[in-house]
C-alpha cells in the first residue's frame, strides 16, 4: 500500500514520514 502511495508521487512527503516513523519505531525498540 505505503509502495502504491509513494508511486503516485503526489504524497512523497507522507509516503517519507511513515517510512521514517516505522525506522524509528525499529531503532527504539
Known amino acids: 500500500m ?3 502511495f509513494c ?3 503526489l ?4 509516503c ?3 517510512l521514517v516513523g516505522r ?3 525499529e ?3
Open 2 to 4: 505505503v509502495l502504491a
Open 7 to 9: 508511486r503516485r508521487g
Open 16 to 18: 517519507l514520514y511513515i
Open 27 to 29: 531503532r527504539i525498540g
Open 11 to 14: 504524497v512523497i512527503p507522507f
Open 23 to 25: 525506522y524509528i519505531k
